[in-house]
Protein backbone atom coordinates (compact mmCIF):
# COMPACT_ATOMS: atom_id res chain seq x y z
CA UNK A 1 0.00 0.00 0.00
CA UNK A 2 1.30 3.95 -0.67
CA UNK A 3 1.52 5.63 2.27
CA UNK A 4 3.26 9.05 3.77
CA UNK A 5 4.47 8.92 7.29
CA UNK A 6 4.60 11.75 9.09
CA UNK A 7 6.03 11.21 12.85
CA UNK A 8 6.31 14.70 14.24
CA UNK A 9 2.56 16.09 15.00
CA UNK A 10 4.70 19.40 16.22
CA UNK A 11 7.92 21.09 16.31
CA UNK A 12 9.55 24.24 17.78
CA UNK A 13 12.56 25.87 16.23
CA UNK A 14 14.12 29.11 16.97
CA UNK A 15 14.10 31.98 14.29
CA UNK A 16 17.09 31.51 12.24
CA UNK A 17 18.19 28.32 13.28
CA UNK A 18 17.56 25.30 10.89
CA UNK A 19 14.71 22.61 11.29
CA UNK A 20 14.36 18.81 9.88
CA UNK A 21 10.86 17.73 9.63
CA UNK A 22 10.54 13.86 8.90
CA UNK A 23 8.81 12.24 6.11
CA UNK A 24 9.19 8.31 5.14
CA UNK A 25 6.81 6.93 2.32
CA UNK A 26 6.12 3.45 1.08
CA UNK A 27 5.41 2.58 -2.17
CA UNK A 28 6.28 0.21 -4.91
CA UNK A 29 6.75 2.04 -7.82
CA UNK A 30 9.54 3.08 -9.45
CA UNK A 31 8.83 6.12 -10.56
CA UNK A 32 6.91 8.68 -8.47
CA UNK A 33 7.19 12.28 -6.97
CA UNK A 34 7.20 13.34 -3.96
CA UNK A 35 6.28 16.82 -2.99
CA UNK A 36 6.24 19.38 0.18
CA UNK A 37 3.28 21.88 1.04
CA UNK A 38 2.71 24.75 3.52
CA UNK A 39 -0.14 25.38 5.42
CA UNK A 40 -0.67 28.84 7.11
CA UNK A 41 -3.17 29.56 9.00
CA UNK A 42 -4.98 31.29 6.71
CA UNK A 43 -5.62 27.83 4.95
CA UNK A 44 -4.37 27.87 1.54
CA UNK A 45 -1.91 25.04 0.49
CA UNK A 46 0.79 25.86 -0.78
CA UNK A 47 3.19 24.51 -3.06
CA UNK A 48 7.20 24.34 -1.60
CA UNK A 49 9.27 21.78 -3.35
CA UNK A 50 9.24 18.87 -5.76
CA UNK A 51 11.40 16.42 -6.10
CA UNK A 52 11.64 13.06 -8.67
CA UNK A 53 12.30 9.96 -7.59
CA UNK A 54 14.69 9.42 -10.45
CA UNK A 55 16.56 13.13 -9.64
CA UNK A 56 19.86 12.18 -8.03
CA UNK A 57 20.28 15.63 -6.85
CA UNK A 58 18.62 16.95 -3.62
CA UNK A 59 16.09 19.32 -4.95
CA UNK A 60 16.32 23.09 -3.32
CA UNK A 61 14.39 25.67 -3.45
CA UNK A 62 15.66 29.30 -1.84
CA UNK A 63 15.79 27.78 2.01
CA UNK A 64 13.64 24.68 1.38
CA UNK A 65 15.79 21.52 0.30
CA UNK A 66 14.71 18.13 -0.04
CA UNK A 67 17.15 15.63 1.86
CA UNK A 68 15.83 12.48 -0.34
CA UNK A 69 17.21 9.13 0.43
CA UNK A 70 15.68 6.52 -1.88
CA UNK A 71 17.20 3.69 -0.24
CA UNK A 72 15.45 4.46 3.20
CA UNK A 73 12.30 6.07 1.79
CA UNK A 74 13.02 9.20 3.17
CA UNK A 75 12.09 12.78 1.73
CA UNK A 76 13.12 15.05 4.96
CA UNK A 77 12.37 18.97 4.64
CA UNK A 78 15.40 20.94 5.34
CA UNK A 79 14.02 24.82 5.96
CA UNK A 80 17.16 26.72 6.86
CA UNK A 81 17.45 30.42 8.88
CA UNK A 82 13.87 29.71 9.98
CA UNK A 83 11.83 32.62 9.98
CA UNK A 84 8.53 33.59 11.84
CA UNK A 85 6.61 33.46 8.86
CA UNK A 86 7.53 30.02 8.57
CA UNK A 87 4.93 28.97 11.10
CA UNK A 88 2.50 26.63 9.61
CA UNK A 89 1.21 23.22 9.43
CA UNK A 90 3.75 21.08 6.65
CA UNK A 91 2.24 17.86 4.90
CA UNK A 92 4.52 15.78 2.85
CA UNK A 93 2.85 13.84 0.08
CA UNK A 94 3.34 11.62 -3.09
CA UNK A 95 2.11 10.93 -6.41
CA UNK A 96 2.87 7.89 -7.93
CA UNK A 97 3.22 7.73 -11.72
CA UNK A 98 0.92 7.21 -14.33
CA UNK A 99 2.79 4.29 -15.65
CA UNK A 100 0.73 1.38 -15.83
CA UNK A 101 -2.42 3.08 -15.40
CA UNK A 102 -1.74 3.97 -11.77
CA UNK A 103 -3.90 6.97 -10.52
CA UNK A 104 -2.04 10.28 -9.76
CA UNK A 105 -3.61 11.54 -6.98
CA UNK A 106 -1.21 12.61 -4.26
CA UNK A 107 -1.67 10.85 -0.73
CA UNK A 108 -0.66 12.80 2.08
CA UNK A 109 0.89 12.23 5.56
CA UNK A 110 -1.03 13.53 8.34
CA UNK A 111 1.47 16.88 8.89
CA UNK A 112 3.75 18.58 11.49
CA UNK A 113 3.13 22.11 13.09
CA UNK A 114 6.13 24.36 13.02
CA UNK A 115 6.63 26.66 15.16
CA UNK A 116 8.93 29.18 15.14
CA UNK A 117 9.84 30.83 18.44
CA UNK A 118 11.64 34.30 18.13
CA UNK B 1 -3.32 35.13 -13.35
CA UNK B 2 -6.34 33.63 -10.80
CA UNK B 3 -5.49 30.92 -8.51
CA UNK B 4 -7.77 28.27 -7.49
CA UNK B 5 -10.74 29.34 -5.96
CA UNK B 6 -13.12 28.32 -3.58
CA UNK B 7 -16.58 28.92 -2.27
CA UNK B 8 -17.38 29.35 0.64
CA UNK B 9 -14.83 29.35 3.00
CA UNK B 10 -16.95 28.39 5.46
CA UNK B 11 -20.27 26.21 6.03
CA UNK B 12 -21.92 25.42 8.96
CA UNK B 13 -25.40 23.85 8.80
CA UNK B 14 -27.03 20.87 10.21
CA UNK B 15 -27.17 17.33 10.43
CA UNK B 16 -29.65 16.44 7.61
CA UNK B 17 -29.43 19.09 5.58
CA UNK B 18 -27.41 19.54 1.96
CA UNK B 19 -24.64 21.47 0.93
CA UNK B 20 -23.03 22.43 -2.20
CA UNK B 21 -19.44 23.55 -2.38
CA UNK B 22 -17.55 24.88 -5.40
CA UNK B 23 -14.28 24.80 -6.96
CA UNK B 24 -13.54 27.25 -9.87
CA UNK B 25 -10.36 25.75 -10.97
CA UNK B 26 -7.18 27.89 -12.83
CA UNK B 27 -7.92 28.47 -16.58
CA UNK B 28 -6.93 25.97 -19.09
CA UNK B 29 -6.16 23.26 -16.41
CA UNK B 30 -7.95 20.05 -17.80
CA UNK B 31 -7.38 18.18 -14.32
CA UNK B 32 -9.39 18.83 -11.02
CA UNK B 33 -9.32 17.72 -8.00
CA UNK B 34 -10.98 17.29 -4.78
CA UNK B 35 -9.55 16.13 -1.54
CA UNK B 36 -10.46 16.18 2.66
CA UNK B 37 -9.09 16.81 5.80
CA UNK B 38 -10.87 15.55 8.89
CA UNK B 39 -9.41 17.03 12.00
CA UNK B 40 -6.30 15.50 12.93
CA UNK B 41 -5.99 13.01 10.25
CA UNK B 42 -4.20 13.30 6.65
CA UNK B 43 -5.66 14.69 3.63
CA UNK B 44 -7.56 12.04 1.63
CA UNK B 45 -7.75 12.06 -1.97
CA UNK B 46 -11.74 11.62 -2.96
CA UNK B 47 -11.86 12.38 -6.62
CA UNK B 48 -10.55 13.74 -9.90
CA UNK B 49 -11.98 14.83 -13.17
CA UNK B 50 -9.88 14.88 -16.06
CA UNK B 51 -11.64 18.23 -18.14
CA UNK B 52 -16.03 16.67 -17.93
CA UNK B 53 -15.19 13.45 -16.80
CA UNK B 54 -14.32 11.38 -13.62
CA UNK B 55 -11.04 9.67 -13.75
CA UNK B 56 -11.01 8.52 -10.37
CA UNK B 57 -13.69 8.54 -7.56
CA UNK B 58 -12.40 5.96 -5.58
CA UNK B 59 -11.91 8.22 -2.51
CA UNK B 60 -15.30 8.87 -2.26
CA UNK B 61 -16.58 8.09 0.79
CA UNK B 62 -20.31 7.46 0.04
CA UNK B 63 -23.63 8.05 -2.11
CA UNK B 64 -24.38 10.79 -0.39
CA UNK B 65 -21.68 12.77 -2.04
CA UNK B 66 -21.92 14.06 -5.52
CA UNK B 67 -19.24 15.77 -7.83
CA UNK B 68 -19.71 17.26 -10.91
CA UNK B 69 -17.84 19.27 -13.55
CA UNK B 70 -20.04 20.45 -16.13
CA UNK B 71 -18.70 21.59 -19.08
CA UNK B 72 -15.09 20.87 -18.03
CA UNK B 73 -14.58 24.01 -16.05
CA UNK B 74 -15.52 24.73 -12.27
CA UNK B 75 -17.16 21.77 -10.57
CA UNK B 76 -19.52 21.34 -7.66
CA UNK B 77 -19.08 18.99 -4.59
CA UNK B 78 -22.40 18.29 -2.67
CA UNK B 79 -23.21 16.64 0.29
CA UNK B 80 -26.61 15.18 1.19
CA UNK B 81 -28.15 14.52 3.34
CA UNK B 82 -24.53 15.57 5.88
CA UNK B 83 -23.68 13.42 8.33
CA UNK B 84 -21.55 14.52 11.34
CA UNK B 85 -18.83 12.94 10.06
CA UNK B 86 -18.51 14.79 7.03
CA UNK B 87 -17.24 18.05 8.74
CA UNK B 88 -13.56 18.68 7.71
CA UNK B 89 -11.93 20.83 5.30
CA UNK B 90 -12.63 20.18 1.60
CA UNK B 91 -9.72 21.21 -0.48
CA UNK B 92 -9.68 21.21 -4.57
CA UNK B 93 -6.47 21.34 -6.32
CA UNK B 94 -6.38 21.40 -9.96
CA UNK B 95 -3.35 21.05 -12.09
CA UNK B 96 -2.40 21.05 -16.21
CA UNK B 97 -0.88 17.79 -16.57
CA UNK B 98 -1.05 14.63 -14.86
CA UNK B 99 2.51 13.04 -14.41
CA UNK B 100 4.20 12.01 -11.24
CA UNK B 101 6.13 15.22 -11.72
CA UNK B 102 3.41 17.68 -11.91
CA UNK B 103 2.45 20.42 -9.51
CA UNK B 104 -0.86 20.88 -7.91
CA UNK B 105 -2.20 24.28 -7.17
CA UNK B 106 -4.72 24.26 -3.81
CA UNK B 107 -7.22 26.44 -3.14
CA UNK B 108 -8.02 27.62 0.58
CA UNK B 109 -10.70 25.19 1.32
CA UNK B 110 -14.02 25.34 2.22
CA UNK B 111 -14.09 24.60 6.21
CA UNK B 112 -17.71 22.43 6.70
CA UNK B 113 -18.92 22.08 10.15
CA UNK B 114 -21.48 19.53 10.49
CA UNK B 115 -23.70 20.26 13.58
Known amino acids: AQKITQTQPGMFVQEKEAVTLDCTYD???????LFWYKQPSSGEMIFLIY??????QNATEGRYSLNFQKARKSANLVISASQLGDSAMYFC???????????????FGTGTLLAVQP | EAGVTQFPSHSVIEKGQTVTLRCDPI?????LYWYRRVMGKEIKFLLH????????ESGMPNNRFLAERTGGTYSTLKVQPAELEDSGVYFC?????????????FGQGTRLTVV
Open chain 2, 93 to 105: ASSQGAGANTEAF
Open chain 1, 27 to 33: TSDQSYG
Open chain 1, 51 to 56: QGSYDE
Open chain 1, 93 to 107: AMRPSLWGGATNKLI
Open chain 2, 27 to 31: SGHDN
Open chain 2, 49 to 56: FVKESKQD
